[in-house]
């Protein structure tokens, strides 16, 4: 079974510019959250898919930050413009329904912001 | 709010050493307690966890005991190997039916390094 993929695995960019970031989940995870480390600090929750639905959003730290499910499948986040600060890796994880607690998760993208 | 605390690292240890990387958290009731793994180059990988007060997680030889007293879970291995070396991650997920059951809060995250 594939496990959480997401691309890229670095990104850099300048400021300013816009950045998307794609997370596939486990088939059949209808739970996709999505997680921000940033510069060795703890990592921080983002937000909550539950299939195509935004369960739990208040992690996005403004509104630069995109983020979609469309069809419950894979999802996207999109920075823009980007900002230095927003620099870190940011990871995706995925858990099957009926609220299991574990969690499985990505790789990460590294997003460098110049 | 939630929140865990990790001790700070870096942690370097010979091989063959006892670890122990503590881990506090505040909560309200009883949370789950993981403990993560990030390995260089890969992504976290869950390590173990526990659901409910005085349960003991295990695996490849690393241990945690969810104490609801000290409201702690500190990771600890009678011996490590090199193949340890990594990032570990002390998270909790609220309870189940609550608005952060699945959402993991984690601590800042320690790093081993394990010397031959």
């Known amino acids: 079974e594939a496990g959480v993929t997401q691309f890229p695995s670095h990104s850099v960019i300048e400021k300013g510019q816009t950045v998307t970031l794609r997370c596939d989940p486990i088939?059949?995870?209808?739970?996709l959250y999505w997680y921000r480390r940033v510069m060795g600090k703890e990592i921080k929750f983002l937000l909550h898919?539950?299939?195509?639905?935004?369960?739990?959003e208040s992690g996005m730290p403004n509104n630069r930050f995109l983020a979609e499910r469309t069809g419950g499948t894979y999802s996207t986040l999109k920075v823009q413009p980007a900002e230095l600060e927003d620099s870190g890796v940011y990871f995706c994880?995925?858990?099957?329904?009926?609220?299991?607690?574990?969690?499985?998760f990505g790789q990460g993208t590294r997003l460098t912001v110049v | 709010g939630n929140s865990v605390t990790q001790m700070e690292g870096p942690v370097t240890l010979s091989e063959e050493a006892f670890l122990t990387i503590n881990c506090t958290y505040t909560?309200?009731?009883?949370?789950?307690l993981f403990w993560y793994v990030q390995y260089p180059g890969e992504g976290l990988q869950l390590l173990l966890k526990?659901?409910?007060?005085?349960d003991k997680g295990s695996n490849k030889g690393f241990e945690a005991t969810y104490r609801k007293e000290t409201t702690s879970f500190h990771l600890e291995k009678g011996s490590v190997q090199v193949s340890d070396s990594a990032v570990y991650f002390c998270?909790?997920?609220?309870?189940?039916?609550?608005?952060?059951?699945?959402?993991?809060?984690f601590g800042q995250g320690t790093i081993l390094t394990v010397h031959p």
């Open positions: 994880a995925s858990s099957q329904a009926a609220g299991r607690a574990e969690a499985f």
């Open positions: 088939s059949g995870h209808d739970n």
């Open positions: 898919f539950v299939k195509e639905s935004k369960q739990d």
């Open positions: 909560a309200t009731g009883y949370p789950s």
């Open positions: 526990a659901t409910k007060a005085d």
């Open positions: 998270a909790l997920s609220g309870l189940p039916g609550g608005t952060s059951y699945g959402k993991l809060t």
